[in-house]
C-alpha cells in the first residue's frame, strides 16, 4: 500500500491511499500539539438573552480545551442588542456590543453567525442575508425552522453557507446529530418523546403534589420556566415546532402546523391522572412521528397521551426531555436530558459551532450538501401525509355528567353507535350532584372519537364538552 498526503489544513490531514491499482481518499485528524499555528474563528452574536449569554459564559469558561479539541481560537467579536442599556449577567467589552446588525451579518471578518434572537420577523430577514452571502449559520430558533426551514435551507444551498440548528430541538440532546450522523444507516418507523420542558414540568407536579393545573402553572411561571406568550407551552405549538423539524431531518419531508395534529395541556385534570395511575399509566405531551413505509404514509402529531409507566420515556420527569428513536437496523435508541435551560442549549450552539469550525478548516459539512440533496429527497419521493381522521389507537375519556338514572346506559348507546367499546370505566360523584365518568376504549379510530364526542355534548344530561386523550402504544403506531 502506498499512501499520498494531498492535503493539510489545521486540525487534519487529507491523504490518498493505493492498494491493489485503487485509489481512496481519507481524512485524519492530526494531534493538536503537533500543530504550529491556530486559525481564528469570528463568530457574531445575533441577541444576547440567556441562550446568548450562555454561549458566552461557556465559551470563556471551557476555552482552554475547546481550542484544543477545535484546532482553532475562538473570537466573539461582535454582539447584537436591541436594547443596549439592558442590564445583563454576562460583561462584555464595550467594543464588541451594539444595536447594529450589519457588524455580524454584512461583516466579511465574522465566519460564524449566531442567531440567537428568536422569532420570525427580523430573525428571518437577517438569517435569510446572511446566507445569501454564503454564510455559515447557527440557530435555536425552532419556530423560524419549522415555519422557513425549507427556504432557509435552499438559500444555504444555492449560495454555498450552511445552517446548524442543533439546539433547536430538545435542547441539550444531541438528537438532530444522532439521527443525522449516528443512525444515518437507519430508516425511522417511529420518533416520539417529550420535547417541552415546561409541560412536562407542570404534569410532574400535578403527579407528584395532587396539585391543579392553575396551581402548578403558577409556580412554573415565578421560576421563569413558561415562554411570554405562553400558548408556545401550554398549547403545544413549541414541542410541535421540533416535531415537524425532526420529520424533515428523519424522512425528509417539511410539513405544516395547520396539517398535523397539535394539542397542549390545558384540559388535564387531577381526576386524569389518578385514573391513569390506576391503570398504569402517566400522562404526558408527547410528540409522534410515525411512517408506514408499506404505504408510504407519514404521520406527525403533538397531544397529551396515557403512556404506560413501564416504557422509558414515561419515567421523564420535571423540565427533562426524553426522546425515543426507532430504526430498522439498530433498534430502539433513547435519548434523555435537559430540554431547555441557558447552559443546555448554549451546550447545543456551541456544538454547532463546533461543527461549523472543523467545516472551515477543511472537513466535510456534517450537514446534507448539494450534491446528496437528490439522494436525500428520495426519503420523501411520494411520502403522504396520513389523515388525521384515520388514525387508529385507544383513546381515553373523561365526561361531566349530571347524576340521573340511564346516563351510563346512553353514554354507552351513543359510543356503540359510533363503534366504540369500552375497555374500563371509573365514576367519580361530585358534590354539586354531578358526577364525571372516565372510560378507556378498544383500538378505534380519530373520526369515530369526534363524532362520538359530537354526539355526546348534545345529550341535556352531559355537561360541556367530553375531553379525549389518546393512549399511546409504541408497538402499535405505523
Same mark, same amino acid.
Given at each position: 500500500?502506498?499512501?499520498?498526503?494531498?492535503?493539510?489544513?489545521?486540525?487534519?490531514?487529507?491523504?490518498?491511499?493505493?492498494?491493489?491499482?485503487?485509489?481512496?481518499?481519507?481524512?485524519?485528524?492530526?494531534?493538536?500539539?503537533?500543530?504550529?499555528?491556530?486559525?481564528?474563528?469570528?463568530?457574531?452574536?445575533?441577541?444576547?438573552?440567556?441562550?446568548?449569554?450562555?454561549?458566552?459564559?461557556?465559551?470563556?469558561?471551557?476555552?482552554?480545551?475547546?481550542?484544543?479539541?477545535?484546532?482553532?481560537?475562538?473570537?466573539?467579536?461582535?454582539?447584537?442588542?436591541?436594547?443596549?442599556?439592558?442590564?445583563?449577567?454576562?460583561?462584555?467589552?464595550?467594543?464588541?456590543?451594539?444595536?447594529?446588525?450589519?457588524?455580524?451579518?454584512?461583516?466579511?471578518?465574522?465566519?460564524?453567525?449566531?442567531?440567537?434572537?428568536?422569532?420570525?420577523?427580523?430573525?428571518?430577514?437577517?438569517?435569510?442575508?446572511?446566507?445569501?452571502?454564503?454564510?455559515?449559520?447557527?440557530?435555536?430558533?425552532?419556530?423560524? &425552522?419549522? /415555519?422557513?426551514?425549507? !427556504?432557509?435551507? *435552499? @438559500? +444555504?444551498? =444555492?449560495? %454555498?453557507?450552511?445552517?446548524?440548528?442543533? $439546539?433547536?430541538?430538545?435542547?441539550?440532546?444531541?438528537?438532530?446529530?444522532?439521527?443525522?450522523?449516528?443512525?444515518?444507516?437507519?430508516?425511522?418507523?417511529?420518533?416520539?418523546?417529550?420535547?417541552?420542558?415546561?409541560?412536562?414540568?407542570?404534569?410532574?407536579?400535578?403527579?407528584?403534589?395532587?396539585?391543579?393545573?392553575?396551581?402548578?402553572?403558577?409556580?412554573?411561571?415565578?421560576?421563569?420556566?413558561?415562554?411570554?406568550?405562553?400558548?408556545?407551552?401550554?398549547?403545544?405549538?413549541?414541542?410541535?415546532?421540533?416535531?415537524?423539524?425532526?420529520?424533515?431531518?428523519?424522512?425528509?419531508?417539511?410539513?405544516?402546523?395547520?396539517?398535523?395534529?397539535?394539542?397542549? &395541556?390545558? /384540559?388535564?385534570?387531577? !381526576?386524569?391522572? *389518578? @385514573? +391513569?395511575? =390506576?391503570? %398504569?399509566?402517566?400522562?404526558?405531551?408527547? $410528540?409522534?412521528?410515525?411512517?408506514?413505509?408499506?404505504?408510504?404514509?407519514?404521520?406527525?402529531?403533538?397531544?397529551?397521551?396515557?403512556?404506560?409507566?413501564?416504557?422509558?420515556?414515561?419515567?421523564?420527569?420535571?423540565?427533562?426531555?426524553?426522546?425515543?428513536?426507532?430504526?430498522?437496523?439498530?433498534?430502539?435508541?433513547?435519548?434523555?436530558?435537559?430540554?431547555?435551560?441557558?447552559?443546555?442549549?448554549?451546550?447545543?450552539?456551541?456544538?454547532?459551532?463546533?461543527?461549523?469550525?472543523?467545516?472551515?478548516?477543511?472537513?466535510?459539512?456534517?450537514?446534507?450538501?448539494?450534491?446528496?440533496?437528490?439522494?436525500?429527497?428520495?426519503?420523501?419521493?411520494?411520502?403522504?401525509?396520513?389523515?388525521?381522521?384515520?388514525?387508529?389507537?385507544?383513546?381515553?375519556?373523561?365526561?361531566?355528567?349530571?347524576?340521573?338514572?340511564?346516563?351510563?346506559?346512553?353514554?354507552?348507546?351513543?359510543?356503540?353507535?359510533?363503534?366504540?367499546?369500552?375497555?374500563?370505566?371509573?365514576?367519580?360523584?361530585?358534590?354539586?350532584?354531578?358526577?364525571?365518568?372516565?372510560?378507556?376504549?378498544?383500538?378505534?379510530?380519530?373520526?369515530?372519537?369526534?363524532?362520538?364526542?359530537?354526539?355526546?355534548?348534545?345529550?341535556?344530561?352531559?355537561?360541556?364538552?367530553?375531553?379525549?386523550?389518546?393512549?399511546?402504544?409504541?408497538?402499535?403506531?405505523?
Amino acid at each position: 500500500m502506498a499512501l499520498s498526503i494531498i492535503g493539510a489544513h489545521i486540525g487534519y490531514l487529507r491523504y490518498v491511499s493505493t492498494h491493489g491499482g485503487g485509489r481512496r481518499e481519507h481524512l485524519i485528524y492530526k494531534n493538536l500539539r503537533n500543530m504550529s499555528e491556530k486559525r481564528t474563528i469570528r463568530i457574531g452574536l445575533l441577541g444576547f438573552g440567556v441562550v446568548g449569554q450562555g454561549v458566552w459564559k461557556n465559551i470563556e469558561k471551557n476555552r482552554i480545551a475547546l481550542e484544543y479539541r477545535l484546532g482553532a481560537q475562538l473570537d466573539i467579536t461582535e454582539v447584537v442588542v436591541k436594547n443596549l442599556g439592558r442590564e445583563r449577567e454576562v460583561v462584555i467589552p464595550p467594543k464588541s456590543i451594539s444595536d447594529d446588525a450589519r457588524r455580524v451579518v454584512d461583516n466579511p471578518d465574522i465566519d460564524i453567525v449566531c442567531e440567537l434572537m428568536g422569532g420570525k420577523g427580523e430573525a428571518l430577514e437577517l438569517t435569510r442575508r446572511a446566507l445569501e452571502q454564503g454564510k455559515i449559520v447557527v440557530t435555536a430558533n425552532k419556530a423560524l &425552522i419549522c /415555519e422557513h426551514g425549507e !427556504e432557509l435551507f *435552499e @438559500i +444555504a444551498r =444555492q449560495k %454555498g453557507g450552511h445552517y446548524f440548528y442543533e $439546539a433547536s430541538v430538545a435542547g441539550g440532546i444531541p438528537i438532530i446529530k444522532t439521527i443525522r450522523e449516528a443512525l444515518v444507516a437507519n430508516r425511522f418507523k417511529l420518533i416520539f418523546g417529550i420535547l417541552n420542558g415546561t409541560s412536562n414540568y407542570i404534569l410532574t407536579r400535578m403527579e407528584r403534589e395532587g396539585l391543579s393545573f392553575e396551581a402548578t402553572l403558577g409556580d412554573a411561571r415565578k421560576l421563569g420556566y413558561v415562554e411570554a406568550d405562553e400558548a408556545l407551552d401550554l398549547d403545544g405549538i413549541d414541542a410541535a415546532h421540533k416535531a415537524v423539524i425532526l420529520a424533515y431531518l428523519a424522512h425528509g419531508k417539511w410539513v405544516r402546523l395547520d396539517e398535523i395534529i397539535c394539542e397542549g &395541556i390545558r /384540559e388535564i385534570t387531577g !381526576e386524569d391522572i *389518578e @385514573i +391513569a395511575a =390506576q391503570l %398504569g399509566y402517566k400522562i404526558k405531551l408527547l $410528540a409522534v412521528i410515525a411512517r408506514d413505509f408499506e404505504a408510504n404514509k407519514l404521520s406527525v402529531r403533538l397531544h397529551p397521551a396515557l403512556i404506560s409507566k413501564k416504557e422509558v420515556i414515561a419515567g421523564v420527569d420535571e423540565v427533562y426531555n426524553g426522546v425515543s428513536v426507532t430504526g430498522d437496523v439498530v433498534g430502539t435508541t433513547v435519548l434523555i436530558g435537559r430540554g431547555a435551560g441557558q447552559d443546555a442549549t448554549s451546550s447545543s450552539v456551541i456544538s454547532d459551532i463546533a461543527d461549523a469550525v472543523f467545516m472551515l478548516q477543511g472537513a466535510p459539512a456534517p450537514v446534507i450538501s448539494e450534491e446528496d440533496e437528490a439522494t436525500y429527497q428520495k426519503l420523501a419521493d411520494g411520502l403522504e401525509l396520513a389523515d388525521k381522521a384515520s388514525l387508529k389507537g385507544r383513546y381515553y375519556f373523561r365526561i361531566h355528567v349530571r347524576d340521573e338514572e340511564g346516563v351510563l346506559a346512553k353514554i354507552s348507546e351513543i359510543m356503540a353507535k359510533g363503534h366504540i367499546s369500552f375497555a374500563t370505566v371509573n365514576q367519580k360523584e361530585l358534590e354539586d350532584g354531578t358526577a364525571k365518568i372516565m372510560v378507556t376504549t378498544h383500538i378505534t379510530d380519530e373520526a369515530s372519537v369526534m363524532q362520538v364526542k359530537t354526539a355526546l355534548s348534545e345529550q341535556s344530561a352531559v355537561i360541556g364538552r367530553p375531553v379525549s386523550f389518546r393512549i399511546f402504544d409504541p408497538n402499535t403506531q405505523a
